[in-house]
């Protein structure tokens, strides 16, 4: 069984940066795709970004250029570094795995989520 453990959320300026990270527990398998997701208030579920078992990665356009996601599969654990960060930003973000090893943000479902991250940007 795997967990998902987010860490990092907080709040910033607008034009901040946060690095928010993930431990994947139970992880017994490195060909899971990792994602990150985030669901604004009044809003439905999104994807921000997406990494595949061989490393490629895939991004929501409101996010390209200012996100980067990154996993370390010898230490189990996922990074999203959010930069230039804007106010429509503000959402719970979570962490999450899909047994599929070449998810993409198009086509990721995850099979396991952690509990979510709050990250607040400010004008």
């Known amino acids: 069984h795997v967990q998902l453990v987010e860490s990092g959320g907080g709040s910033v300026q607008s034009g901040g940066s946060l690095r928010l990270s993930c431990i994947v527990e139970?992880?017994?398998?490195?060909?899971?795709?990792l994602g990150w997701f985030r669901q604004a208030p009044g809003k439905e579920r999104e994807g921000v970004a997406v990494?595949?078992?061989?490393?490629?990665?895939t991004y929501a356009d409101s996010v390209k250029g200012r996100f980067t996601i990154s996993r370390d599969t010898a230490k189990a654990t996922l990074s999203l570094l959010m930069n230039s960060l804007k106010p429509e930003d503000t959402a719970i973000y979570y962490c999450?795995?899909?047994?599929?090893?070449?998810?993409?943000?198009?086509?990721?479902?995850?099979?396991?989520w952690g509990q979510g991250t709050q990250v607040t940007v400010s004008s």
């Open positions: 999450a795995a899909d047994r599929w090893s070449a998810a993409t943000i198009a086509t990721m479902t995850p099979d396991y």
């Open positions: 139970g992880y017994h398998d490195s060909t899971y795709s």
């Open positions: 990494i595949g078992r061989d490393g490629s990665t």
